[in-house]
């Protein structure tokens, strides 16, 4: 079987150009006096009283912030309101204080660039956190595209946000791989052709971008960072 070249390579953001999820979030309840595990069930009967989750509703500018956060509110105990929980801070003011950037894949995307390699970012995000998540990335410098859920009203795994991707990258699915730290966001990229590699370390996930890389006949050459 003849295989196309790697081109463009599409990471997304949290949980991969970020410290992991979990550590956010653990680090958020700690922040705001909720057991971790109280809260994620509270996330999840919301979830189940709205027919969706409220991040995924955040994440796709169908609710605000503070219309995801008095939701998570309705299904913890106590009665606690909005500014028992948080005062007069925005929720993401809060979350992004144990947001870190995960420095070494940053510096692998600009060998890549530096190699001939297209870029792109494609994230499930929040409109009222753009100004800081763009604030902790050189944005411009690392990425030819950027697709934003929140922007676009669409996220992973929705075929359509892969598909609005594509129309803005000089490649087709078969010349992307695709770096995300959830299987279904990955899935959904492998069913349309893309190159898919599941990120659970960054030593891991370097390693094999650069041996896929190879293998394809790119550009690739320089030593790992």
């Known amino acids: 079987m ?3 070249p790697i081109t463009t390579v599409v990471v997304d953001y949290g949980g ?3 410290n992991p999820l979990i550590e956010t979030f653990a680090a958020f309840a700690r922040a705001v006096d909720v057991a971790l595990p109280e809260l994620q069930e509270a996330f999840a009967r ?15 500018a169908r609710c605000t912030e503070t219309e995801m956060v008095e939701r998570v509110l309705a299904e913890l105990p106590g009665g606690r309101t909005y500014a028992d929980l948080l005062g007069d801070e925005p929720f993401g003011e809060v ?3 144990a947001r870190t950037v995960n420095e070494r894949l ?3 995307l600009r060998e890549l660039r530096q190699s001939g390699y297209r870029t792109a970012l494609l994230t499930n995000n929040v409109k009222e956190w753009g100004p800081r998540w763009r604030a902790q990335l050189p944005v411009d410098e690392l990425f030819d595209a950027v697709v934003d859920s929140s922007e676009e009203g669409v996220r992973k795994p929705d075929p359509l946000i892969y ?15 695709f770096l995300d730290d959830l299987d279904e966001n990955c899935q959904a990229a492998s069913d349309l ?29 320089r030593s790992l960072v």
């Open 2 to 4: 003849t295989f196309r």
């Open 16 to 18: 991969v150009l970020t």
């Open 46 to 60: 919301a979830a189940r009283r709205h027919g969706s989750s409220p991040m995924a509703d955040l994440e796709t």
């Open 95 to 97: 979350w992004f204080r």
């Open 106 to 108: 940053v510096r692998f």
């Open 163 to 177: 598909r609005r991707l594509l129309e803005r990258l000089p490649a087709t699915a078969h010349e992307c791989l």
């Open 193 to 221: 052709g893309m190159l898919a590699v599941h990120f659970t370390t960054t030593d891991e996930a370097v390693d094999q971008i650069v041996a896929l890389l190879r293998s394809r006949g790119g550009a690739y050459g």
